[in-house]
């Protein structure tokens, strides 16, 4: 009788235990949002060099057999021709890397940071002269607006003529920043004006369809994408809006701006940001986990393509070699924040993001913060992919409940422990049909769960999204349109190839 009442009070007192456990409850709907492109990094001058020779750092982080799964190049399409006296910083620049991106079957764009000198306002690539030379403003001239298109025409020719067919082409990196180096200042009306009646110039049907991306914002301020947006026939030449993020969260202006781009069935991409960039040291892991949150936030604010800022750097995805930083910094080895962009664009590439009843109390307040716990989920194939963020220094059960049953799984887990490449995966202990899982997230950790949904009860999202790519409209890469395509190119609808003329 002794032995039972113990028992008893053992039971009792594990349950209560149990019991006064913290938990957060979180639940995936089957409510679809946006489809992910895909995510990058920028192969520009700098931390790249030797410039336009070296692409042993994007062969290790881009393509489906790399770790890191990369698949977005931006480019740097730099002010001059080629054999001006801008010397090496002409279009050789980035094509070894853009030729290594394009044969893993990835995505290439380029950005200007400043059209030729000869057709601006103060005469040179300058955003803004030297003091000595006044500081004047470097704007693109009016009566040289009838040639900016051409130029981008030209710079499309040279690459396709060494190998490289370019899948958009943005207008201005940061037109809202005044800068002594490579810059180009645009007011939002000049980028309406451009837009509206000169981007038909450029060359869709030649350059294979080729994307035209806006003006790429400093904060991803909206009075430089709304308007051309609001104006119908810009928003005919516009296929993606973008913007930086410096200064501002993800899901402050970037959220705000992605409106009107998902409201008309554009894509809404991040092309430059660098997080915690700690010129002193390598970053911490839980600057990694900040990292991840701006990620996942980007994600909640309808983000279709992510791209990261250098991608050789000590705060970013290879080392550079540079011994003041660390021993870990070891030219082109992979740094842990690589292998944090790897839960994203390993799992997240090509899925379409599913509503949670965590999504409203997403968003770190500042930048430098992080929130204590984030979350995030995904419909991919016969998988409902589930991201889980824990930036706090204790473990916390998570609950969590899935739209379908689930026969099996994998946990992809990071912790930031020295193992040989910082995410660890293992098979999830699921012996019969589930809706339904319980976790205990370890403390600053990053997990990834990739659910398996049960033939006989598939999720009906998954079968919605299967079949809207089947009977509607979707690009060759397989990114799913709102309509009938307005601009030339080739599509597939129906299961077949059409092109638009």
């Given at each position: 009788m002794k032995r039972f009442v113990i028992s008893m009070i053992l039971i009792v007192a594990v349950t209560a235990i149990e019991a006064a456990k913290p938990r957060t409850s979180l639940i995936v709907y089957s409510t679809k949002k946006q489809t992910v492109t895909g995510f990058g990094g920028a192969c520009c001058d700098g931390a790249m060099k030797p410039f336009g020779t070296d692409n042993a750092c994007v062969s290790r982080l881009y393509g489906v057999k790399s770790k890191i799964g990369l698949n977005i190049l931006r480019m740097e399409i730099s002010p001059s021709f080629t054999g001006d006296n801008w010397g090496d910083y002409d279009w050789n620049g980035s094509l070894p890397s853009a030729k290594t991106v394009k044969n893993r079957g990835g995505i290439v764009f380029g950005t200007p940071w400043s059209p030729p000198g000869e057709y601006k306002t103060n005469g040179t690539a300058q955003g803004g002269n030297a003091e000595d030379q006044g500081y004047q403003r470097g704007k693109l001239r009016e009566d040289c607006y009838d040639k900016f298109f051409p130029w981008l025409n030209s710079y499309l020719q040279w690459m396709k003529d060494h190998g490289v067919e370019v899948d958009a082409v943005s207008i201005q990196n940061e037109p809202d920043w005044w800068v002594s180096y490579s810059g180009c200042l645009y007011d939002p009306e000049d980028l309406v004006n451009l837009v509206k009646n000169y981007a038909y110039m450029l060359d869709r049907e030649t350059y294979a369809g080729v994307k035209l991306i806006t003006g790429e914002p400093l904060g991803f301020t909206q009075n430089y994408t709304d308007p051309l947006l609001q104006d119908e026939t810009c928003r005919g030449q516009i296929d993606i809006v973008a913007g930086h993020l410096y200064g501002h969260l993800p899901l402050q202006y970037m959220k705000a701006a992605g409106r009107l781009a998902l409201q008309y069935g554009k894509e809404l991409w991040m092309t430059e940001h660098s997080v915690t960039d700690n010129t002193g040291a390598l970053p911490t892991w839980k600057e990694n986990l900040i990292f991840a949150e701006e990620l996942n936030e980007c994600m909640l604010a309808g983000c279709t393509g992510y791209i990261y800022w250098y991608l050789r750097a000590h705060w970013s995805f290879c080392g550079t070699g540079e011994t003041q930083y660390g021993a870990g910094n070891v030219k082109d080895q992979l740094l842990p924040r690589a292998f944090v962009m790897s839960h994203f664009s390993k799992n997240v590439t090509g899925s379409t993001r599913l509503e949670t009843s965590?999504?409203?109390?997403?968003?770190?307040?500042?930048?430098?913060?992080?929130?204590?716990?984030?979350?995030?989920?995904?419909?991919?194939?016969?998988?409902?992919?589930?991201?889980?963020?824990?930036?706090?220094?204790?473990?916390?059960?998570?609950?969590?409940?899935?739209?379908?049953?689930?026969?099996?799984?994998?946990?992809?887990?990071?912790?930031?422990?020295?193992?040989?490449?910082?995410?660890?995966?293992?098979?999830?202990?699921?012996?019969?049909?589930?809706?339904?899982y319980l976790y205990e997230m370890p403390a600053q950790s990053l997990n990834t769960f990739i659910f398996i949904v049960d033939d006989g009860s598939a999720i009906e999202e998954v079968r919605a999204v299967k079949e809207e790519i089947t009977t509607g409209w979707c690009t060759l890469d397989g990114r799913r349109l709102s309509g009938k395509p307005t601009h030339r190119g080739v599509y597939i609808h129906n299961g077949k190839k059409v092109v638009i003329k």
């Open positions: 965590q999504d409203v109390n997403a968003g770190r307040t500042k930048e430098e913060e992080p929130q204590n716990y984030q979350f995030s989920a995904y419909a991919k194939g016969d998988s409902i992919i589930v991201m889980c963020i824990n930036t706090t220094d204790e473990t916390r059960d998570v609950k969590i409940t899935l739209p379908s049953n689930v026969t099996s799984g994998q946990l992809w887990l990071s912790t930031g422990n020295e193992s040989e490449n910082l995410c660890q995966k293992s098979d999830l202990d699921i012996t019969e049909p589930i809706s339904s």
